[in-house]
Antibody, heavy 114, light 111 residues
Framework: EVQLLESGGDLVQPGGSLRLSCAAS????????MSWVRQAPGKGLEWVSA????????YYADSVKGRFTISRDTSKNTLFLQMITLRVEDTAVYYC???????WGQGTLVTVSS | DVVMTQSPLSLPVTLGQPASISCRSS???????????LNWFQQRPGQSPRRLIY???NRDSGVPDRFSGSGSGTDFTLKISRVEAEDVGVYYC?????????FGQGTKVEI
């Protein structure tokens, strides 16, 4: 059974940093393009970042470019999202997902507030 | 960027009756391999999104056959043949053809 388990969400002050993790089981990350998708309270789904199956291509939404970095550790089968200079508007549930949406994690809540 | 436009954004439904959601892309979502990576998702309250349909019309495992997808090029439709109470939630279309993908705004289905 495929499982994606996110962790790392927390309450952080504006300007702070967080690193989200997504541990995969029953699923080999290096075989799939993977994404981070977020959902602000009461809002729709928004692509944040993605990484190709080869790891050679990455994508960032304009709203996070220069502040977020996607990476993966294939030996640990884990996807990461390093977030710095966090803003109030980054508050959301962050999901990791296979790029075509076949698999999703349960989400981890990031709250940016003073 | 490819823009995905759904309609309606709110859909009141009656149990046992059909329902339909439209999704239009700002450009073709046919990929160079000939496949059309247009997917539909259901998000029930408090849950993660769940994919229902992939590549326009293929149901994911465990998805009831009352859900069906159709369309081509830039116009796509998700249909529920007979709405059940468990179908309440928000439905999203998503194109996965143009990296990394784009979601529609979501359609809220409520009884």
């Amino acid at each position: 059974e495929v499982q994606l388990l996110e962790s790392g969400g927390d309450l952080v002050q504006p300007g702070g940093s967080l690193r989200l993790s997504c541990a995969a089981s029953g699923f080999t990350l290096r075989s799939y393009a993977m994404s981070w998708v977020r959902q602000a309270p009461g809002k729709g789904l928004e692509w944040v970042s993605a990484i190709s199956a080869s790891g050679g291509s990455t994508y960032y939404a304009d709203s996070v470019k220069g502040r977020f970095t996607i990476s993966r550790d294939t030996s640990k089968n884990t996807l990461f999202l390093q977030m710095i200079t966090l803003r109030v508007e980054d508050t959301a549930v962050y999901y990791c997902a296979e790029q075509q949406g076949g698999y999703w994690g349960q989400g981890t809540l990031v709250t940016v507030s003073s | 960027d490819v823009v995905m436009t759904q309609s309606p954004l709110s859909l009141p439904v009656t149990l046992g009756q059909p329902a339909s959601i439209s999704c239009r892309s700002s450009q073709s979502v046919v990929y160079s391999d000939g496949n059309t990576y247009l997917n539909w998702f259901q998000q029930r309250p408090g849950q993660s999104p769940r994919r229902l349909i992939y590549q326009v019309s293929n149901r994911d495992s465990g998805v009831p056959d009352r859900f069906s997808g159709s369309g081509s090029g830039t116009d796509f439709t998700l249909k529920i043949s007979r709405v059940e109470a468990e179908d309440v939630g928000v439905y999203y279309c998503m194109q996965g053809t143009h990296w990394p993908g784009t979601f529609g705004q979501g359609t809220k289905v409520e009884i």
